[in-house]
């Protein structure tokens, strides 16, 4: 299960609850200013002239309703202004029917800026949707369960309004095994967005075919260089990168392209799983003497690991201090799946102080099948 800024509330339920509050509010505003506009003129002495304050109901009508609630607006304050020059015995009067003049006119501008204004809005809104659902093709949701393994993911964008940065995973149940891959490219914005989506779009398809992680991270960097050579930039397109493979035997093996260490969580303990040297991330592979080192480790049921981005262990307090993520994690043994990324997200944005300093993403794997035993030759005969 995916955590994007989650809330108790469904995404589509709260959409619909802020459209049905903002209408209501839209529709209260010009209301209330009417009423305050008629207290007003009533209030004020018979030789005091407030009528061409009406006007100003309409015109506010236009930034909260819709035409329709504009023209409403605009017929019932022209009733209203009729009723208290009635009340005053002002009907027939100049200044009156000039207070009239005005609303109508006031009232018909704003029934056109409030059709130009809906009109943007409903362009801004189709953006929107086309941006949500570009960046959920770039990044999927991860799936609660793949082969042996329970998956939890969390994501936290730097930017308040975006679902994706710099930060990229992927998830993939294959032939050889689940194979996880978290990643951070160099940079942020839609260069780093893009970068993302083609090392996410090499990895689901080399995850299928390459039998070895040794291919796969061959093919990662591959990919890597050859995009960083298209677009320009070769000796500032970079990721690191961690790759996961978790097959049915109770083992995990991990490539490690300069990415923080993934933690091993076993009875109540968090072991960092660390290659004897560090590999170089995604496009440095030119400059390394051998390959990137396959770390094996075993991962038997119950086990967990956590994949996380240098935004979880590089955020930092308001005295300068980073985020203790060791230390918290001995607090949380006790937490399990989204319990334990629900109050990591919680405890981190309150060590920023609620700001969010740079894309994060986090993903909890655990085994919860136990391990297929190999077939056992039979005996001829």
Known sequence: MLVQERTHMPRARRAVGEAAYGATIGILVPLVALVVSAVLVLWAPSHTRFGPVFAAVPALAAATCTVTGIACTGLLTSLTSLLVAWLHGWLLDAPSLGTIICIAAVSLAAMWAGSVRLRREQELADVRLIAETAQRVVL???????????????????????????????????????????????????????AAAALLTCFREAAHTERSLDRLAKRLEDSTQRYARTAGAFSEC?????????????VVRIVHFGHPRPLLLRSGCSVPLTPSVSGLPLGFGDLAQAGHQLVTRPFRLGDRILLYTDGVTECRADDGTFYPLLRRLQRWTGLTGAALLDTLREDLLRHGGGRRQDDAALILVERVDAAIPAPTARPAG
């Not at 369960?145 to 940065?165: D, E, F, K, S, T």
């Not at 194979?179 to 839609?190: E, F, S």
């Not at 970079?238 to 109770?250: K, L, Q, Y």
Request: aromatic share 6%; with cysteine; hydrophobic share 45%.
């Open 140 to 194: 999927r949701p991860v799936p609660e369960r793949l082969g042996p393994v329970r998956l939890n993911g969390l994501y936290l964008a730097a930017h308040h309004r975006a679902r994706i940065g710099g930060d990229a995973y992927e998830c993939l149940e294959t032939a050889f095994g689940v194979r996880v891959l978290i990643a951070d490219i160099r940079g942020k914005g839609l260069p780093a967005v893009d």
């Open 238 to 250: 970079f990721a690191t990168a961690v790759v996961v493979e978790i097959p049915t035997e109770e």
